[in-house]
T-cell receptor, first 106, second 117 residues
Framework: KNEVEQSPQNLTAQEGEFITINCSYSVGISALHWLQQHPGGGIVSLFMLSSGKKKHGRLIATINIQEKHSSLHITASHPRDSAVYICAKGAQKLVFGQGTRLTINP | KAGVTQTPRYLIKTRGQQVTLSCSPISGHRSVSWYQQTPGQGLQFLFEYFSETQRNKGNFPGRFSGRQFSNSRSEMNVSTLELGDSALYLC????????????????FGPGTRLTVL
């Protein structure tokens, strides 16, 4: 079993839908990251959190330390949100989930 | 501030050769981490350098090595290349000023795509 598990692996939705991507981890963490990777490879760090909830624009990340679970939500999804979303735990030595490929159709 | 830069962006090598990849962190960032991304294994941590010292190491064979210079620029080297080393190699820098700083996340470069034939 991977230390970091994401679900779903693939997600296709229509523009405007509310999106949720889940991440579970098996051991305690110092930090939990949500990353976005577009075709071509570049990775953008969306959030780093160790407790509670963070919001940036249409993106919201939450974490439940007791349940070892985090979620990334996208409100009013748009085709430009299409990307691979990756959660990762740790600080300098990140351990990654396998990624969720999100496709938003117009 | 300029972002993290990596050179070269694309590289083709043959089995048995060796390769050196370069990473320039964001100005003022002293921590540099390296990652390998392959379709089969996903993203995996290679190593992390801070102030020219390797602080963390992933589970890769000794053919993978790295170093960091006094200006925080980092290089990684892969010797005796194998087909399975074909991957996207990413580096990321962190705004740590000293080892007691609290962690503030990582900023990724665009990656170097290595193809081994």
């Amino acid at each position: 079993k991977n230390e970091v598990e994401q679900s779903p692996q693939n997600l296709t939705a229509q523009e405007g839908e509310f999106i949720t991507i889940n991440c579970s981890y098996s051991v305690g963490i110092s930090a939990l990251h949500w990353l976005q990777q577009h075709p071509g490879g570049g990775i953008v760090s969306l959030f780093m959190l160790s407790s509670g909830k963070k919001k940036h624009g249409r993106l919201i990340a939450t974490i439940n330390i007791q349940e070892k679970h985090s979620s990334l939500h996208i409100t009013a999804s748009h085709p430009r949100d299409s990307a691979v979303y990756i959660c990762a735990k740790g600080a300098q030595k990140l351990v990654f989930g396998q990624g969720t490929r999100l496709t938003i159709n117009p | 501030k300029a972002g993290v830069t990596q050179t070269p962006r694309y590289l083709i090598k043959t089995r048995g050769q060796q390769v050196t990849l370069s990473c320039s962190p964001i100005s003022g960032h002293r921590s540099v981490s390296w990652y390998q991304q392959t379709p089969g294994q996903g993203l995996q941590f290679l190593f992390e350098y801070f102030s020219e010292t390797q602080r963390n190491k992933g589970n890769f064979p000794g053919r993978f090595s790295g170093r960091q210079f006094s200006n925080s620029r980092s290089e990684m080297n892969v010797s005796t290349l194998e087909l399975g080393d074909s991957a996207l190699y990413l580096c990321a820098s962190s705004p740590l000023m000293d080892s007691r700083d609290s962690y503030k996340g990582q900023f990724f470069g665009p990656g170097t795509r290595l193809t081994v034939l």
